[in-house]
């Protein structure tokens, strides 16, 4: 039984020398094949900026042992291109023939590591201006208040636009920049909340003076409020005579409650136009609203037709 496995070890142990210089041999031998080397582009003009990937592969077939093959593949070491002397194919086409940087390549490569065809002659490159704009910011604003309370002003954005920079063919194509949503509930106190720029696809390689903007809003409890406040009317003839069945109207209006007391029968001026009846054969006048303080919310005249009689 030893001497069984003696014997057994002492063939195995033949095989893995056998393996290996058979290995050794092949791998010592000269092999054409292609490899694939990924690729950086060096000294693009300062002014320009890629407006789309150009390739990032180069296939070249290379002769070099199988030792220097396999090492070759395993590395991958990535290969420098130069692109600053660039020829214009057309407006925005760029190209290089890749014959004119064989021997950069070739030191680039590992020693005894021959190039004999590059499958890709010429490399295009995709190139604009370097612009800047500024666009503006559009919110995405859902706000639900609570009863009785409501905004004061206007709902700020700050800052509402901003300075996007990046290849002109991507940059004219942008008129504004959507914010992500902000939902808020039951509101009763001012807020101040940061939201994101939202950038997709079209947009991501561009460079953004800022991430983020806030949006805020003064929050207050309204009240409402009536006065009665006399009328005038206007482009009434000489030769008539007119009675209205009453002289002021009922002035209805919602207010932040902070604003109420500013409010006062001089704070309205209230106009019916004779012209507009007797030109629409109404027998009546129509109250409007022609000046009223900036701070109120809505307003409403109470009765919107006033009955008059004409005494011949």
């Known amino acids: 039984m030893k001497k069984s496995n003696k014997i057994s070890k002492t063939f195995i142990g033949f ?39 150009p390739i990032k592969e180069l296939d070249i077939t290379v002769k070099a042992s199988g ?21 214009r194919s057309n407006n925005s086409k760029f190209y290089f023939l890749i014959k004119n940087q064989i021997l950069k390549i070739q030191k680039q490569l590992a ?33 639900n208040y609570h009863i ?14 901003i300075i996007i920079s990046g290849p002109e063919s991507q940059i004219d194509k942008i008129n504004h920049l959507n914010l992500s949503k902000l939902i808020l509930s039951d509101v009763k106190t001012s807020f101040n909340e ?56 009922e002035v209805v209006f919602v207010v932040a409650l902070s604003n109420f007391a500013k409010v006062s029968e001089a704070s309205f001026k209230i106009e019916c136009d004779y012209s507009i009846s007797e030109k629409n054969s109404l027998g009546y006048l129509i109250p409007k609203i022609i000046t009223k303080p900036d701070f109120i919310k809505s307003v409403k005249i109470i009765p919107t037709k006033i009955d008059f009689l004409i005494q011949k």
């Open 67 to 87: 030792f220097k093959i396999v090492s070759s593949k395993f590395k991958n070491k990535k290969i420098q291109l130069e692109a600053s002397n660039l020829k």
């Open 194 to 249: 940061e939201v994101l720029i939202l950038k997709n696809k079209k947009v991501n390689s561009l460079k953004f003076s800022s991430l983020k903007t806030t949006i805020s809003g003064e929050v207050e409890k309204f009240t409402e409020g009536n006065l009665k406040i006399d009328f005038i009317t206007k482009n009434l003839p000489k030769n008539v005579n007119l009675t209205t069945l009453t002289e002021n109207v």
């Open 148 to 161: 009785g309370y409501d905004l004061l002003n206007e709902i700020k954005i700050k800052p509402d636009s």
């Open 15 to 53: 095989l893995i020398a056998s393996f290996l210089i058979w290995l050794l041999i092949t791998f010592s031998k000269e092999y054409t094949t292609v490899i694939k080397y990924t690729v950086d582009y060096n000294n693009i003009p300062q002014n320009k900026l890629l407006q789309e990937a």
């Open 111 to 143: 020693s005894e590591v021959e190039i004999q065809e590059i499958a890709q002659d010429t490399i295009y490159l995709s190139l604009g201006l370097l612009k800047s704009k500024k666009v503006a910011l559009k919110p995405d604003l859902e706000v």
